[in-house]
């Protein structure tokens, strides 16, 4: 229950087509969830996140897809560029109180645009 | 500047020797965490620690050791009982809202 299954392993994407990294989880108490971008050699970094209360959340050419019934949620990345080639993870958490601050995290997605 | 270091970058170690990797952050967060990861691999939670004085052991501890003497500060030792410790390791600190974690560089060892 404490899984966040992350698909696909990689991607490639032709430069300015649409990049979609999908995760899904089983416990409903989840109520944030993250994505990070980490480039080779580095420490991740956050890239954007969600709650549960709203289905969209969309940051410049990122975009978060949320459907709480299927429990899923998903990266898009519009008009993909080169420099987004990097491994993205997603991750989710329970409410701090519950949690102890930790965050379960998928095995990520290598992704690969090419020029 | 405020961020997280972790020092060294790059570690060598001999078999059967312990080694520190430093974590230090000046973002005057609560929590504090290191994380292994191994090529093409997730991240893996080794301990993490919510206050000073306090920590908890995470997915993979054994084989590691860690202190919290400090908020500033969180160093990992990576013991001779560690069997395969050649990997990756990433030192986070989070302020507790909504679990936003920030990551530093991370520190390569390599077992010789």
């Known amino acids: 229950q404490q899984q966040v299954k992350q698909s696909p392993q990689s991607l490639i994407v032709q430069k300015g087509g649409i990049s979609i990294i999908n995760c899904a989880y089983e416990n409903t108490a989840f109520d944030y969830f993250p994505w990070y971008q980490q480039f080779p050699g580095k420490g991740p970094a956050l890239l954007i996140a969600?709650?549960?209360d709203v289905s969209e959340k969309k940051e410049g050419r990122f975009t978060i897809s949320f459907n709480k019934s299927a429990k899923q949620f998903s990266l898009h990345i519009m008009d993909s560029q080169p420099g987004d080639s990097a491994t993205y993870f997603c991750?989710?958490?329970?409410?701090?109180?519950?949690?102890?601050?930790?965050?379960?995290w998928g095995a990520g997605t290598k992704l690969i645009i090419k020029p | 500047d405020g961020g997280i270091t972790q020092s060294p970058k790059y570690l060598f170690r001999k078999e059967g020797q312990n080694v520190t990797l430093s974590c230090e952050q000046n973002l005057n967060h609560d929590a504090m965490y290191w994380y292994r990861q191994d090529p093409g691999q997730g991240l893996r939670l080794i301990y993490y620690s919510q206050i000073v004085n306090d920590f908890q052991k995470g997915d993979i501890a054994e084989g590691y050791s860690v202190s919290r003497e400090k908020k500033e500060s969180f160093p990992l030792t990576v013991t001779s009982a560690q069997k395969n410790p050649t990997a990756f390791y990433l030192c986070a600190s989070s302020p507790g809202h909504y679990n936003e974690q920030f990551f530093g560089p991370g520190t390569r060892l390599t077992v010789l």
């Open positions: 969600i709650r549960p």
């Open positions: 991750a989710a958490s329970m409410n701090p109180s519950d949690s102890n601050y930790q965050l379960i």
